[in-house]
């Protein structure tokens, strides 16, 4: 079992509909990071959780430390949005272990 | 800050030939990491660097993968002799102390033929 699960693996939306991507993980951490990647792109990060609710634009992430759980939301989802989006998780030193990634497409 | 620098973009190579990976992390950042990145695994943590001194290289591959950083502001991954297998975006990142914030570099996109 990974330590980091994402889900779903795929996900395909309208425009405008609202989206939650889930990670669940089964180490002890320091932070949770949400990380995006257009394809052929880089990797920008998103989002840093250590407890708690962060919001950024459309974008909000929450994490529930006792449960080990996180999620990404995109409200008013838009095509510009599709990208793989990664779950991670620091350790120790703050070395990541990541998730498998969410692939979104949002159709227009 | 122009954020974390990596060079070169692409690299094709033929199999047996050495390969460099150049990266220049965030100034005032103290840990460095490179990253694998590949469809069938995903992203891999192949090492990383805390003051310049490398803390932990378990996911570097085999032998014929090295990694240095003479310096705060620079690091070298360095496959010798590379294989096919080795095809892969390559990505530098780094962080601070007590952030936990991360940067990535651009990544190098290594072809191996």
């Known amino acids: 079992k990974n330590e980091v699960e994402q889900s779903p693996q795929n996900l395909t939306a309208q425009e405008g509909e609202f989206i939650t991507i889930n990670c669940s993980y089964s180490?002890?951490?320091?932070?949770l990071h949400w990380l995006q990647q257009h394809p052929g792109g880089g990797i920008v990060s998103l989002f840093m959780l250590s407890s708690g609710k962060k919001k950024h634009g459309r974008l909000i992430a929450t994490i529930n430390i006792q449960e080990k759980h996180s999620s990404l939301h995109i409200t008013a989802s838009h095509p510009r949005d599709s990208a793989v989006y990664i779950c991670?998780?620091?350790?120790?030193?703050?070395?990541?272990?990541f998730g498998q990634g969410t692939r979104l497409t949002i159709n227009p | 800050d122009a954020g974390v620098i990596q060079s070169p973009r692409h690299e094709v190579t033929e199999m047996g030939q050495e390969v460099t990976l150049r990266c220049k992390p965030i100034?005032?950042?103290?840990?460095l990491f490179w990253y694998r990145q590949t469809m069938m695994r995903g992203l891999e943590l192949l090492i990383y660097f805390n003051n310049n001194v490398p803390i932990d290289d378990s996911g570097m591959p085999e032998d014929r993968f090295s990694a240095k950083m003479p310096n705060a502001s620079f690091s070298t991954l360095k496959i010798q002799p590379s294989e096919p297998r080795d095809s892969a975006v390559y990505f530098c990142?780094?962080?601070?102390?007590?952030?936990?914030?991360?940067?990535f570099g651009s990544g190098t996109r290594l072809t191996v033929v």
């Open positions: 100034s005032g950042h103290d840990y």
């Open positions: 991670a998780v620091g350790q120790g030193a703050q070395k990541l272990v």
């Open positions: 180490v002890g951490i320091s932070a």
């Open positions: 990142a780094s962080s601070s102390a007590g952030n936990y914030g991360y940067t």
